[in-house]
Nanobody
C-alpha cells in the first residue's frame, strides 16, 4: 500500500511559480513510477508529468514542457512538481499518483492517488 498526500497549491498571479509536493508512505514507494495529473473544472483529468523510480526517465505533456519540472527524493519519499510561468489555463486540481508498471501516461496506469491540491492562477 502507498498513501499519497499533495501540498503546495494556492492562488498565484499569472507568471508566478509554485512547488507542489507529494509525500508518500509505504515500504515500496521507491519502486513506483510517480506522476502528476491535473483536472480543470468541467474537463477530464490529464497527464502532466511522470518520473521513473530511479529518476532516469522523465516525461512531460507538451503543454507544460519548459515550464514544469518533476523531481523526486526517495530518501524523503517525496515527489515535487516545480511550476514556473504560470498561466490561467494551468488552474486545476493537481493530483499525484503512483504506478507499479512501466507506463505512466494514462489514469489507468496508476495504482494509487492522492486527494489533490488546488492551483488557481489569476490573470
Amino acid at each position: 500500500q502507498v498513501q499519497l498526500v499533495e501540498s503546495g497549491g494556492g492562488l498565484v498571479q499569472a507568471g508566478g511559480s509554485l512547488r507542489l509536493s507529494c509525500a508518500a508512505s509505504g515500504r515500496t514507494y521507491s519502486s513506483y513510477g510517480m506522476g502528476w495529473f491535473r483536472q480543470a473544472p468541467g474537463k477530464e483529468r490529464e497527464f502532466v508529468a511522470a518520473i521513473s523510480w530511479s529518476g532516469d526517465r522523465i516525461s512531460y505533456a507538451d503543454s507544460v514542457k519548459g515550464r514544469f519540472t518533476i523531481s523526486r527524493d526517495n530518501a524523503k519519499k517525496t515527489v515535487y512538481l516545480q511550476i514556473n510561468s504560470l498561466k490561467p489555463e494551468d488552474t486545476a486540481v493537481y493530483y499525484c499518483g503512483a504506478a507499479e508498471g512501466s507506463t505512466w501516461y494514462r489514469i489507468n496506469d496508476y495504482d494509487y492517488w492522492g486527494q489533490g491540491t488546488q492551483v488557481t492562477v489569476s490573470s
